[in-house]
T-cell receptor
Framework: AQKITQTQPGMFVQEKEAVTLDCTYD???????LFWYKQPSSGEMIFLIY??????QNATEGRYSLNFQKARKSANLVISASQLGDSAMYFC??????????????????FGKGTHLIIQP | KAGVTQTPRYLIKTRGQQVTLSCSPI?????VSWYQQTPGQGLQFLFE???????NKGNFPGRFSGRQFSNSRSEMNVSTLELGDSALYLC????????????????FGSGTQLSVL
């Protein structure tokens, strides 16, 4: 079973509209982190926002917010007031096995297949 | 603060050759991890280094190896290249290599695009 599922391969959105990119995840770990990255055509993966499994409030970073619904294992990215420069691939990712104590190796990120977002003028 | 720097940006090799990719992490970051991105398999974790030690490894053959130097810079090597190794190789750095909540955010470089002919 896939650990990260992004059900929208592509999306077209009008400039200035809000966008919601879907992400569901699967883990039995109580401690995990969820990430969203943006990858423009240049290839660089740009960190957007992070949500820890124990965070009480939904994360926000400027125009980005994460709609975290733990019981549904859902971590949707919301982009408010979309801009032409938001056109890119968007990846949801998860890192499991996080703890409050240091020690041990860090697991790699597990990524979804991505959503190709195109903002139209 | 400078971001994660990867060199070279593009590389063309032929089957059977070997290749070495370089990554300089963000200043102060001690953990470096590598990812492979292909159209078919998406983004996959290769390995992670912390304090010159490999801490974790993904499901890749032994032809893929890496190392980390005392200044946290890292290199990955692929020996006996195959056509299927053509991919974008991304390096990411983070403050610590532990599973410590709050220190696990990864920041990526622009990648090295490897083409195997």
């Amino acid at each position: 079973a896939q650990k990260i599922t992004q059900t929208q391969p592509g999306m077209f959105v009008q400039e200035k509209e809000a966008v919601t990119l879907d992400c569901t995840y699967d883990t039995s770990d109580p401690s995990y982190g969820l990430f969203w990255y943006k990858q423009p055509s240049s290839g660089e993966m740009i960190f957007l926002i992070y949500q820890g499994s124990y965070d009480q409030q939904n994360a926000t970073e400027g125009r980005y917010s994460l709609n975290f619904q733990k019981a549904r294992k859902s971590a949707n990215l919301v982009i408010s007031a979309s801009q032409l420069g938001d056109s890119a691939m968007y990846f949801c990712a998860m890192r499991e096995g996080l703890t409050a104590d240091s020690g041990g190796g860090a697991d790699g990120l597990t990524f979804g297949k991505g959503t190709h977002l195109i903002i139209q003028p | 603060k400078a971001g994660v720097t990867q060199t070279p940006r593009y590389l063309i090799k032929t089957r059977g050759q070997q290749v070495t990719l370089s990554c300089s992490p963000i200043s102060g970051h001690r953990s470096v991890s590598w990812y492979q991105q292909t159209p078919g398999q998406g983004l996959q974790f290769l390995f992670e280094y912390f304090s010159e030690t490999q801490r974790n490894k993904g499901n890749f053959p032994g032809r893929f190896s890496g190392r980390q130097f005392s200044n946290s810079r890292s290199e990955m090597n692929v020996s006996t290249l195959e056509l299927g190794d053509s991919a974008l190789y991304l390096c990411a750095s983070s403050l610590e290599g532990h599973r410590l909540i709050g220190s696990e955010k990864l920041f990526f470089g622009s990648g090295t695009q490897l083409s195997v002919l």
